[in-house]
């Protein structure tokens, strides 16, 4: 899934109840801020080391997002 896939993918997708967490280690309070500064930050990124951990983690809101609908 590319990027712009994604984006749009999360451009229609119902807003969880909050907060969620990713892990045991990732609590997300606001879920547009969430989707907002990991896409703002993918575009930034220069290198795909520091693209990894923000697509991971919204792949990781994706599956979440997709196993309760």
């Not at 997708?13 to 045991?24: G, T």
């Not at 896409?39 to 997709?66: S, V």
């Amino acid at each position: 899934m590319s990027i712009e896939e994604l984006e749009e993918w999360f451009s229609k997708a119902p807003a969880p109840e909050m907060p969620l967490y990713l892990d045991a280690a990732t609590k997300v309070n606001d879920y547009d801020f969430f989707v907002t500064s990991h896409f703002e930050g993918i575009r930034a990124a220069k290198n795909d080391f520091t693209r990894a951990p923000l697509l991971a983690r919204l792949m990781k809101m994706k599956l979440l997002i997709e196993s309760n609908l």
